[in-house]
């Protein structure tokens, strides 16, 4: 029997209260205009905090790509100078009886030095340091017993890094 069959069987005053039921619970079903402006203020209020945090969501990963972009093309370019720095420090290594050679050759890796730092390239620090293959690249390997374990006792071509990123690793020996 359907529920329309069962109201026709009831009297007719629980007729009524069941027809003035079925309206209420329609009308709680239905929101209030009030109601619906308010859920319609909090959805465009959700849209727009959403907006807000995905844009600066997206300037903070442009900012970082913009730095990004510019410590690469630093360390790139300061890469293809590494040759001049080589040819520097073993002109400065060789024996000369011409001082004002040998002063020429010592202003210009000083001038070389200087340049670097101000782009923010250092040395990275290997002689007499513990080995550490992320800054250190072993050619050689010898026993020494007065140096400790894994340390290193000749550096063959000095290393350069710009902040955490190394550009070249440093060219060792490592004793023990």
Known sequence: MSKKDQDQNKPESQQEET????????QAAEPTPEEALQAS???QEDKYLRLLAEYDNYRKRSQKEKENAWTTAKADTAKEFLPVY???E???KQETTDEAYAKGVQMIMTQLKTVLEKLGIEEIPALG???DPN???AVMHMEDESLGENTVAEVFQTGFKIGDKVIRHAMVKVAN
């Open 86 to 88: 080589d040819n520097l």
């Open 90 to 92: 073993r002109a400065l």
């Open 19 to 26: 027809a003035e039921e079925a309206v209420q619970e329609e």
């Open 135 to 137: 800054f250190h690249n």
């Open 129 to 131: 340091e513990t080995f």
């Open 41 to 43: 203020l909090r959805e």
